[in-house]
């Protein structure tokens, strides 16, 4: 996180990760995790991470959540490229990045969630729903 989006671990210090076999989960650190620990958890806190393919990918709540503290790879997008997004188009940029993961923010630092860059250009990585819900925004 800090290396791609400039986001200083100092922002995750009071969680914890958990790793299933493609998923890591966070959750806020308590004293009582310990006596929980005896417990057989499958899930646990926010999804932070899933495994696709070879890469490890931020999940869209937790860009949501975290995103804002961004200091790197973040896309200052308007209202005709989040619709170019949203309807399956990808989006011509010159960013001075390696390719990977992006930040989509519209408006006053409103993350939405990622876009991945590839050669100059970004296609959405936003859910469905979320998809539905930024289509309804923008109307």
């Known amino acids: 996180m800090e290396h791609r989006f ?3 671990q100092v922002r995750f210090a009071g969680y914890l990760l958990f790793e299933t076999k493609k998923n ?6 308590t004293y009582l995790i310990g006596s929980a620990s005896q417990l057989k958890v499958s899930k646990v806190g926010l999804r932070a991470f899933q495994r696709v393919g070879s890469f490890i990918k931020p999940t869209t709540r937790f860009i949501q959540t975290f995103g804002r ?11 005709a490229q989040l619709q170019a997004l949203l309807g399956g188009e990808k989006i011509h ?9 992006v930040i ?23 859910p469905r729903k979320e998809i539905r819900s930024a289509m309804l925004n923008i109307a």
């Open 6 to 8: 400039g986001i200083h």
């Open 24 to 29: 890591w989960f966070l959750i806020k650190s």
């Open 69 to 79: 503290f961004a200091t790197r790879a973040k896309l200052q997008i308007d209202r």
């Open 93 to 101: 940029v010159d960013l001075p990045l390696d390719n990977g993961y």
């Open 104 to 126: 989509l923010v519209i408006g006053d630092n409103s993350v939405l969630g990622l876009g991945l860059y590839l050669n100059g250009k970004v296609c959405s990585q936003l």
